[in-house]
T-cell receptor
Framework: EPEVTQTPSHQVTQMGQEVILRCVPISNHLYFYWYRQILGQKVEFLVSFYNNEISEKSEIFDDQFSVERPDGSNFTLKIRSTKLEDSAMYFC??????????????FGQGTRLTVV | KNQVEQSPQSLIILEGKNCTLQCNYTVSPFSNLRWYKQDTGRGPVSLTIMTFSENTKSNGRYTATLDADTKQSSLHITASQLSDSASYICVVSFLSGGYNKLIFGAGTRLAVHP
């Protein structure tokens, strides 16, 4: 069964360092998302990406964050200068499209980012 | 404000018993409602997805209901198993700028004990 894969599963970084979280969405999907979940809290939307550009972003997604689809398969989230409060589980999701107006979003297993 | 509220926050049941989880939402314009299962430290996995016109949908031992008039949904788990222990998240999708946007509830943490 196709799945969204994320690497690494766990990343520890020092405050102020740059991190890149990687995702390989399901191959024929067109819409890509990043979410985060701080430990014990609800999942929060960060950004959606379609047709090689950001379609929507939340207030969390400030200038420290960026997304890229550098080739036909990878979808990355970069945090330029990490802060302690960036410690969270980051989920990538993708979905395809049908003529019915909605399709299921499939989530990856997540990358646990720990900023020390 | 678009919100999704779930209850109870946590629930403990014995293996083999049934349970029902609740979701109330104030999301507009409504597109669809999803229930996800999230094991600790893992990504959410879809259980059901329902549109405005669907009142109930089943996936094995999971049955979701939707009342779009009262903006309420429930997830009923039948004959619970130890592997059902997880967080169950209600997610409501609405249209924003031509795109579907997901609003997540805080989840109900279910523990199934032997």
């Amino acid at each position: 069964e196709p799945e969204v894969t994320q690497t690494p599963s766990h990343q520890v970084t020092q405050m102020g360092q740059e991190v890149i979280l990687r995702c390989v969405p399901i191959s024929n999907h067109l819409y890509f998302y990043w979410y985060r979940q701080i430990l014990g809290q609800k999942v929060e939307f960060l950004v959606s990406f379609y047709n090689n550009e950001i379609s929507e972003k939340s207030e969390i997604f400030d200038d420290q964050f960026s997304v890229e689809r550098p080739d036909g398969s990878n979808f990355t989230l970069k945090i330029r200068s990490t802060k302690l409060e960036d410690s969270a589980m980051y989920f990538c999701a993708s979905r395809g499209t049908t003529g019915y107006g909605y399709t299921e979003a499939f989530f990856g297993q997540g990358t646990r980012l720990t900023v020390v | 404000k678009n919100q999704v509220e779930q209850s109870p926050q946590s629930l403990i049941i014995l293996e083999g018993k049934n349970c029902t989880l609740q979701c109330n939402y104030t999301v507009s314009p409504f597109s669809n409602l999803r229930w996800y299962k999230q094991d600790t430290g893992r990504g959410p996995v879809s259980l059901t997805i329902m549109t405005f016109s669907e009142n109930t949908k089943s996936n094995g031992r999971y049955t979701a209901t939707l009342d779009a008039d009262t903006k309420q949904s429930s997830l009923h788990i039948t004959a619970s198993q130890l592997s059902d222990s997880a967080s169950y998240i209600c997610v409501v999708s609405f249209l924003s700028g031509g795109y579907n946007k997901l609003i997540f509830g805080a989840g109900t943490r279910l523990a199934v004990h032997p």
